[in-house]
């Protein structure tokens, strides 16, 4: 029997109206114009020079989190590999330092409701679950967070391999990108047992942005 986190248990009660509000934030920001040169600003303060969909969309965005999650921090570390500490102990200690970690990041933020404060809280709720979910025992929760590691990973992997990807010409990668983003998208929800139909019935256009 595995052991029920009160991660598991927030996962399964958890209310979407902030992250849902913090999306729909970020699709307003990004579709106007005018709030580019301000998210090129934050994006470089934060070490991305060059703002693509690789380095914002990709590397900045989720390669970074997991990075983190095979790498943690020592002290995170070793709240995790001290088994004297019961198992709910480790989990609220782990949930605390990533708070905190989230919270210095957002204190460093020049704008308030820019690109990095909505990020943050996109990611808010679902940082804790998880890192809880990679780094912690064995629970329900854990093979559904590495499945959603790996499938993302094998996406990245698979912009980079030119078996996979066309780079002769911007119509053939354009096309190559949508081609993998909907075989993620569509692998993801097929694991996770959500009806495809969604995605079939979404006709949302996304705005191109051009951050320089």
Known sequence: MFYQSSNEVKLMTFDKTRFIRAFEQMNALLADE???SMINEELAAAGVKNPTVYNVGIDFMLLEGFEIL???????????????FSETFREQALNKAVSCA????RATAKY???FLTTFLTLIEDMTPVFAWGILGPDSSVKPMCIFLKD???????SLYD?????YSSLTTLTNDIDRQMNNLLYTIVKEMNVDSNILLNQHITTPTVHFN
């Open 162 to 166: 030119i078996k996979q990807t066309d």
């Open 151 to 157: 499938a993302v990973l094998d996406f990245a992997r």
């Open 70 to 84: 095979d790498s943690p921090p020592s002290a995170m570390r070793t709240i995790l590999q001290n088994r004297w």
């Open 102 to 105: 989230l919270k210095v990041r």
């Open 112 to 114: 308030q409701d820019g």
């Open 34 to 36: 005018r709030n580019w």
